[in-house]
């Protein structure tokens, strides 16, 4: 089996930054896109970034140029890097992977919290 343990999120005001992780661990045989989604009260998780095996990015539009999704292979972690944060990125924020043999599998969520 596979797991995901996600940590970094947080309080923080608008206009800061913040960093979450994604470490995946168990069996893993090989791993191909990491991403990360969203969820606010009342809404639909909504894609934020994600980036495959060989590096290529993408990014909700509503992120592009605040927010860096990258990945340490060696490692078997995603980072997202949030700066310039607004009170509507506040969500839960949800790691995804796709794992070869296990299949795509979510973490359990953090809360990221934009206030002043």
């Known amino acids: 089996q596979v797991q995901l343990a996600e940590s970094g999120g947080g309080l923080v005001q608008p206009g800061g930054s913040l960093r979450l992780s994604c470490a995946a661990s168990?069996?893993?045989?090989?791993?191909?896109?990491m991403g990360w989604y969203r969820q606010a009260p009342g809404k639909e998780r909504d894609l934020v970034a994600r980036i495959n095996s060989g590096g290529k990015t993408n990014y909700a539009d509503s992120v592009k140029g605040r927010f860096t999704i990258s990945r340490d292979n060696a490692k078997n972690t995603v980072y997202l890097q949030m700066n310039s944060l607004k009170p509507e990125d506040t969500a839960v924020y949800y790691c995804?992977?796709?794992?070869?043999?296990?299949?795509?599998?979510w973490g359990q969520g953090t809360q990221v919290t934009v206030s002043s």
């Open positions: 995804n992977v796709d794992f070869a043999v296990w299949g795509n599998r």
């Open positions: 168990g069996s893993i045989f090989s791993i191909y896109t």
